[in-house]
T-cell receptor, first 119, second 118 residues
Framework: AQTVTQSQPEMSVQEAETVTLSCTYD???????LFWYKQPPSRQMILVIR??????QNATENRFSVNFQKAAKSFSLKISDSQLGDAAMYFC????????????????FGKGTHLIIQP | NAGVMQNPRHLVRRRGQEARLRCSPM?????VYWYRQLPEEGLKFMVY????????ESGMPKERFSAEFPKEGPSILRIQQVVRGDSAAYFC????????????????FGPGTRLTVL
């Protein structure tokens, strides 16, 4: 079974600064997808960024970018120019690239990192 | 295009009662996923359904929990004889297609239903 580990329960950053949230995962598969979701106090899950394992290029979405290290099974999220609206829980998630059932169809989430933005 | 709808947003039940959680997927989406989020935890996959079919229920507790996605109407997650440990936020997600139609792999989440068992 795949596992996702987020080792930072909480991170704090000054507004306008850059912060990196870490995520590692364990899998024996070679085909999979990785995601970062944001959960603000409203608890709505919002997709921030995704990465296909077969792509070597790191995904970027405006101020959000990832550092995907497939060999190390690491998938960190970098937020540049942090804004107050970025304050939220951030979850790293894994999805298998095969439809073999046994939970492969669902996302496997880490426990999350609580990001605090200091004004 | 309305997003994934869940109702109720908050549900309070006494131990032993039944809880019914509803999820209407995004328009055009035929795949629904249910997740449970316990306090201070990430979301845990429960079940994956297509219209009238349960595809993967490997994350569902063996007893008291059931899910359906009928041909007409919303998907329902049903919890019978609730216990305090069932208190959690339950999220539904939908996608337009499954694995046979990659890359339609993104799941769009609803706002969740917070279940409190007294």
């Amino acid at each position: 079974a795949q596992t996702v580990t987020q080792s930072q329960p909480e991170m704090s950053v000054q507004e306008a600064e850059t912060v990196t949230l870490s995520c590692t995962y364990d899998t024996s598969e070679s085909d999979y997808y990785l995601f970062w979701y944001k959960q603000p106090p409203s608890r709505q899950m919002i997709l921030v960024i995704r990465q296909e394992a077969y792509k070597q290029q790191n995904a970027t979405e405006n101020r959000f970018s990832v550092n995907f290290q497939k060999a190390a099974k690491s998938f960190s999220l970098k937020i540049s120019d942090s804004q107050l609206g970025d304050a939220a829980m951030y979850f790293c998630a894994y999805r298998s690239g095969s439809n073999s059932g046994g939970g492969a169809d669902g996302l496997t989430f880490g426990k999350g990192t609580h990001l605090i933005i200091q004004p | 295009n309305a997003g994934v709808m869940q109702n109720p947003r908050h549900l309070v039940r006494r131990r032993g009662q039944e809880a019914r959680l509803r999820c209407s997927p995004m328009k055009g989406h035929s795949h629904v996923y249910w997740y449970r989020q316990l306090p201070e935890e990430g979301l845990k996959f429960m079940v994956y359904l297509q219209k009238e079919n349960i595809i993967d229920e490997s994350g569902m507790p063996k007893e008291r929990f059931s899910a359906e996605f009928p041909k007409e109407g919303p998907s329902i997650l049903r919890i019978q004889q609730v216990v305090r440990g069932d208190s959690a936020a339950y999220f539904c997600a939908s996608s337009p297609a499954g694995w046979s139609s990659r890359p339609s792999y993104e799941q769009f989440f609803g706002p969740g239903t917070r279940l409190t068992v007294l």
